[in-house]
């Protein structure tokens, strides 16, 4: 009897982290989109709801990150923006995750050259569906650009992760 309910205190604990996850995600892409970026090339963002995946990553791992990044980007599409918007975002968002998630687990980068990918992979996995909508290369333009961008986001952002997975993580190992 005793060890069930430990076992329903943990689950309900782990609801409420992935709960916590994506409603941060959320309120960043809300707060990004409410920011203006004062450069004149289109998808220039600062990224703050990568820090919920870098965060998610060195916490809860690949699986529920993957599946707090897909919630929110759903929440995000369907609240803030269009079908359109939202293949752009899962396009970065998987290629992204799926090289942050790949740096990680083979211990290639710290937290910031993690993020730094992550915010470099989700540039070119917008700008190819871009091109694949287009049916030109012309957008790839746009990548030295976006390259510089998500380096200078990516690293900022990653260094707020480390230091959030660092008091996080003692306390997200009890659950």
């Given at each position: 009897?005793?060890?069930?309910?430990?076992d329903?205190?943990?689950?309900?604990?782990?609801?409420?982290?992935?709960?916590?996850l994506i409603?941060?995600?959320?309120i960043?892409?809300?707060?990004?989109?409410?920011?203006p970026?004062?450069v004149?090339i289109?998808?220039?963002?600062?990224?703050?709801?990568?820090?919920v995946?870098?965060?998610?990553?060195?916490?809860?791992?690949?699986?529920?990150?993957a599946?707090?990044?897909?919630v929110?980007?759903v929440?995000?599409?369907?609240?803030?923006?269009?079908?359109?918007?939202?293949?752009?975002?899962?396009?970065g968002?998987?290629?992204?995750?799926?090289?942050?998630?790949?740096?990680?687990?083979?211990k290639?980068?710290?937290?910031?050259g993690?993020?730094?990918?992550?915010?470099?992979?989700?540039?070119?996995?917008?700008?190819t569906?871009?091109?694949?909508?287009?049916?030109?290369?012309?957008?790839?333009?746009?990548?030295?650009?976006?390259l510089?961008?998500?380096?200078?986001?990516?690293?900022?952002i990653?260094?707020?992760?480390g230091?959030?997975?660092?008091?996080?993580?003692p306390?997200v190992?009890?659950?």
């Amino acid at each position: 009897m005793v060890r069930r309910r430990e076992d329903g205190r943990k689950g309900a604990r782990a609801v409420a982290l992935y709960g916590l996850l994506i409603a941060l995600a959320f309120i960043f892409s809300y707060v990004e989109a409410m920011i203006p970026v004062p450069v004149p090339i289109p998808g220039v963002k600062l990224g703050l709801a990568n820090l919920v995946n870098v965060v998610g990553l060195y916490t809860v791992g690949a699986a529920g990150t993957a599946a707090v990044a897909l919630v929110r980007i759903v929440l995000v599409g369907f609240t803030f923006s269009n079908p359109g918007s939202m293949l752009y975002a899962l396009a970065g968002g998987i290629f992204s995750l799926a090289v942050m998630i790949a740096a990680k687990k083979y211990k290639w980068f710290s937290e910031i050259g993690v993020s730094i990918l992550g915010g470099i992979f989700h540039n070119i996995g917008q700008l190819t569906v871009a091109a694949l909508i287009t049916g030109t290369g012309g957008v790839f333009s746009y990548l030295p650009v976006l390259l510089v961008a998500g380096v200078i986001t990516g690293g900022v952002i990653g260094l707020l992760g480390g230091l959030v997975v660092e008091r996080l993580l003692p306390m997200v190992e009890r659950i």
